[in-house]
């Protein structure tokens, strides 16, 4: 394909870009050049921007081949899939369900996953097929099977590959399965998130055979997990960075809307106010909300924000028993708190948010995962006793050895609350910040 004429934006400059960040190395940087990523995204894409949870609104190629072109050529996901397929408007949809992955999110995987020649990788998470691509021409086609959930994203992204010249076996079909057919292999990559890492993945890894998954708790914060098989049928390794990617989709968590919690009363309802000296605004960073979500799970934050700025962080269980409020002003040292239900929700937050700095703040590379198989589950070690009772998750991440610290940011500045809006009136996940996206992070848009 040429240039769109003054498109300045393109491969060689997203080349430097990465090669400078450290993310493409030298062993990745052929195949980068044999598969440009403009072959595999499609024609009608919603760009994303790096570090954020937003997606612009849709580009038609054959409309606007300028800004299709930067937007391909730029370190950021591109959606191109909304709600399954449901949503195809010119604005965006609920759930993004399908996109191409950030350039640094997919060569900083790719790295992590060390593939040496002759290794056999499978992958979930089709999506555009570039991955799949990247692979293939590293390890040849037939040492890369691919699975993707969604039928028409699946035919989309082979009719792309045959069109590059690869031929990676691609599956339609759930992931979380695997492809036992090809298994034993060295290498399982996943390029969508998961809370509970599938036993079909640790299975069909041979031993000494490495996983590279994105993993995050339903609150939120999000990190690539790379953990190594052992003969024993166990997996066990540490988190490399922050990420932000779409849920397996078995996995996705629905989050019911406010008024399924307060019933038909309006707010405060039956919930029993208090005051805190923690800012809600404290508790929004993809690190911290990592930790909390570990300490407190079936549980997710929502921002409802008003026009002056200021803001209201909820939080819900996804049992639909308990709801908590928290109210952000600035220039406050004290906020109002509002809980209902038998969690009290901000408490258990507030909790393990003094675990974390208690800790010293730890950051994604201070904790490990460990994988049992599923008949024999260890509980987590914690180091500590926060969160509910009665609501463990296992396995979930734990502190390791210090490798170093991390400090984590300082409060952001806000406006005063004028309202408390209804369905929509917010942004959402609890101010998350993710650092870097690989695609977007499903989010409802309502509350
Ligand atoms: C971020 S995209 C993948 C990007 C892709 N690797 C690429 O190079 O374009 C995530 C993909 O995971 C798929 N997915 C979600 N749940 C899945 C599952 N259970 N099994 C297989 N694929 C799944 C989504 O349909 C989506 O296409």
């Known amino acids: 394909m040429t240039m769109p004429e003054g498109a300045e934006a393109g491969p060689e400059r997203l080349v430097s870009a990465l090669v400078d960040k450290g993310v493409l190395t030298s062993d990745w940087l052929p195949a980068f050049e044999a598969v440009p990523r403009h072959r595999f995204v499609p024609d009608v894409i919603w760009p994303g921007r790096a570090g954020m949870n937003r997606q612009s609104d849709r580009v038609i190629r054959s409309e606007e081949p300028e800004v299709w072109w930067r937007a391909v050529y730029r370190d950021a996901p591109i959606t191109t899939q909304w709600d399954d397929g449901a949503y195809t408007g010119s604005g965006t949809g609920r759930i993004p369900s399908s996109s191409n992955s950030m350039p640094t999110m997919v060569f900083s995987m790719l790295s992590a996953l060390d593939v040496d020649d002759g290794h056999r990788v499978m992958e979930t998470g089709t999506g555009t097929g570039w991955n799949a691509a990247l692979l293939a ?7 890369v099977v691919t699975v993707e959930v969604d039928g028409a994203t699946a035919r989309a992204a082979r009719t792309r590959l045959t069109a590059a010249g690869f031929d990676p076996l691609v599956v339609v079909g759930d992931g979380a399965r695997g492809h036992a057919p090809r298994s034993p292999y060295d290498r399982v990559i996943a390029t969508c998130s998961t809370g509970r890492i599938p036993p079909a993945w640790v299975a069909q890894t041979r031993p000494g055979g490495v996983i590279v998954a994105p993993w995050g708790p339903v609150y939120g914060g999000e990190a690539v997990a790379r953990i190594t098989v052992a003969e024993d049928g166990t997996a066990a390794g540490r988190f490399t960075g922050s990420s932000a990617f779409m849920r397996l989709r078995a996995q996705r968590t629905a989050r019911p809307h406010v008024r399924d919690y307060l019933k038909g009363r309006p707010w405060p309802a039956d919930g029993v106010k208090s005051t805190t000296a923690l800012s809600p605004d404290d508790v929004g960073g993809w690190a911290v909300m990592f930790a909390i979500g570990l300490q407190v799970p079936g549980a997710f934050p929502w921002t409802e924000s008003y026009p002056d700025g200021s803001y209201t962080l909820w939080l819900r269980d996804t049992a639909v028993t308990s709801w908590a409020t928290a109210d952000y002003e600035p220039d406050r040292t004290a906020y109002e708190v ?27 590379d201070r904790f490990g995962l460990t994988v049992t198989p599923p008949r024999a589950p260890a509980l987590a070690r914690h180091p500590r006793p926060p969160g509910a009772p009665g609501h463990r998750i296992g396995p979930v991440p734990v502190l390791v050895r210090p490798v170093r610290t991390r400090r984590g940011r300082g409060p952001r500045r806000g406006c005063r609350k004028t309202a408390r809006g209804g369905a929509g009136a917010g942004i959402l996940g609890a101010r998350a910040r993710a650092p870097r996206e690989a695609g977007a992070v499903p989010r409802p848009r309502h509350p």
């Open 137 to 143: 021409h590293r390890l040849g086609s037939a040492n």
């Open 338 to 364: 509002v809980q209902s239900g038998p969690r009290r929700l901000w408490d258990e937050v507030e909790t393990a948010y003094r675990w974390w700095v208690a800790h010293d703040r730890p950051g994604f």
